[in-house]
């Protein structure tokens, strides 16, 4: 890929402004061995492969793809919880690939993450007041007589009551235990969040409650967030742009609204059209594109472009032999298809 | 009207816990016809899956005191013996999960644990039974199945062991199928495939369809009827073009506006309801859904609301007068849509 196509594919181009987040080239393979005691390498597991981003300040970027795509791995290579197999990150303008230490610790600080399951990620035998302040404890950015007000004033900000203090995890809710998890992030002062599937193991409406925090606290404390899901509606109503990742690499990258209306490639057009729209005309207006089997494995990706195998307009032996690049389409559009959907191929939103 | 095919009557599951009763349902009447797809709708804990439990007899006396009629082509199941229930179970109705990892057993071959529903119910040989089995694997799309029906769970994905499932549920040509949460552990794309095979298989061997989900969205596009439930009681029923073009329930409207719509074009809010929901040991008096209203009046406090029908269809539990409801909906809920 030339440098000004990456440059394309990272970032929309009137945007001048410095990056929070730039990651060039990123890759992550895990290893597969066998053998006990002579553990001898047999292949990889090829799970992020040579992915370009930027994250802008104040901005949303939603991540979408089915699983096993690789967009939880890729968050965790950005937050530095998995070391990069190749590929550097960028945070603040400053290399944190290799950072280590003291001083990986003091960048981290920065950058926090809010996981999906608000069961797992919380310890049952620590009192949510303590879970809270876990962050103070560890980068002692608060005088230890300063925690409990701090926690409790947190607590307040994402709607819990301040006198559950000491109560544990078990006797809150999905919905009031991810609202444990975000306080936790908050307590550093945050410039990023990544949001590993926050709403996915929630009930619609309280799913919309958490949503409307995550936007209402990005307002008041200009909050980055790299967010991570496989609904695509609730992705596109976060995210200021959003990125479609299949089997490790970004196939498409739009803001919201032109990728709903003009997705070009035809997996985001088998994403949308899979979204189930709670309209029974509007469905029914809607072309669908139902794609075929699953994602093949990440340890032997097909060759060419990932997506022929299960493309419907995949056309041999160019898809099959050629990778596709990213390429603009339209304004801070880019994707990588040699035969892109053509202008509102998915949802006719002219007759309705 | 054809006779149907399930017919529960004011139906009551109360479960004793050390901290009081939990009236998971409470007071549940519907009717399912032949060859119908009935939706069921509710948050967390608002009783709707307790309900088709007790309809599958999987929640029996011995855990629940349960109260009313569950009438099966005429026949009360909640009367019938444990070992009748069990034939009509499986052969006659039968259920898929939510979780399709946790409901296979991981010990025997995909293959095995469909034959073993055949053979349950019919007589047939081991051999013929696997027959069938491979057979039902085709039929569920799953490819090449002679290969995959000697294999294990665990060599799966989430969403052929979904398939499997739907096939062992529909082996045995059931008439009525209960969907518990189908898709929701599943990836969109995955999820339209396992909606669109339900469809599918429905019309082929004729059978009736619940699908019970907390997502609107999913039932929209697949279901004739919808019952929304809160705390233990269904607050609306209609047809799907009454619940989404006129709904009549304060709680339908909420739903509706916690969804993310992928064809809003602005970046408006979502209008969650307030609160969360109640607990079912202590459930608020009068209406449930009062102390999360934003209509709720003096009498809603008190008086437990009637599921009234307006037309003889759609029907409501609210206190609301039909024109205020009618005004509501129009001037303050769809246009935030």
Known sequence: MSVEA????????????????RLRGVKKYFPITRGIIFQKRVGNVHAVDGVDLDVFPGETVGLVGETGCGKSTLARVTMRLYDATDGTIEFEGEDITNLSGRALRERRRHMQMIFQDPFASLNPRKTVGSIIGAPYRLHGTV????????????????GLNPEHYNRYPHEFSGGQRQRIGVARSLALHPKLIVCD??????????????????EDLQEEFNLTYLFIAHDLSVVKHVSDRVAVMYLGKIVEMAPGDTLYKNPKHPYTGALLSAVPIPDPDLAEHKRRIILEGDVPSPIDPPSGCRFHPRCPNAQLPRCKDEEPVLRPFHPGQIAACHYPLEDRAVIDTGSS | MPEPLLEVRDLKVHFPTEDGLVKAVDGV???????????????????????????????????????????????DLLKLPKDEMRNIRGSKISMIFQDPMTSLHPFYKVGYQIAEAIRTHQQVSKHEAHDQAVEMLRKVGIPKPEERA???????SGGMRQRAMIGMALSLNPDMLVADEPTTALDVTVQAQILDLIDRLKAEFNASVV??????????EHCDDIQVMYAGKIVEFGNRRDIYYGPHHPYTWGLLGSISRLDSTSKERLQPIKGLPPSLIFVPPGCAFHPRCPYAFDRCRTDVPELLPVDGHHASACHLS?????????EEVMVRR
């Not at chain 1, 990456?6 to 987040?21: G, N």
């Not at chain 1, 599937?197 to 995550?214: G, K, R, T, Y």
């Not at chain 2, 804990?45 to 082509?73: N, P, Y």
């Open chain 1, 6 to 21: 990456t440059q394309r594919a990272a970032a929309p181009l009137w945007e001048t402004r410095e990056p929070l987040v």
């Open chain 1, 143 to 158: 005088p230890r007589n300063r925690v409990k007000p701090e926690v409790q004033h947190l607590m307040e900000l994402v």
């Open chain 1, 197 to 214: 599937e926050p709403v996915s193991a929630l009930d619609v409406s309280i799913q919309a409650q958490i949503l409307n925090l995550l």
């Open chain 2, 29 to 75: 009447s519907f009717t399912l016809q032949p060859g119908e797809t009935l939706g069921v709708v509710g948050e967390s804990g608002s009783g709707k899956s307790v309900t088709f439990l007790t309809v599958m007899g999987l929640v029996t006396t011995d855990q629940a005191v349960i109260e009313g009629e569950v009438l099966f082509r005429g026949q």
């Open chain 2, 150 to 156: 000697s294999q294990y769970p665990h060599e799966f």
């Open chain 2, 211 to 220: 699908v019970i989900t907390h997502d609107l969205g999913v039932v929209a």
């Open chain 2, 322 to 330: 039909l024109a205020d409801k009618e005004r509501i909906f129009q």
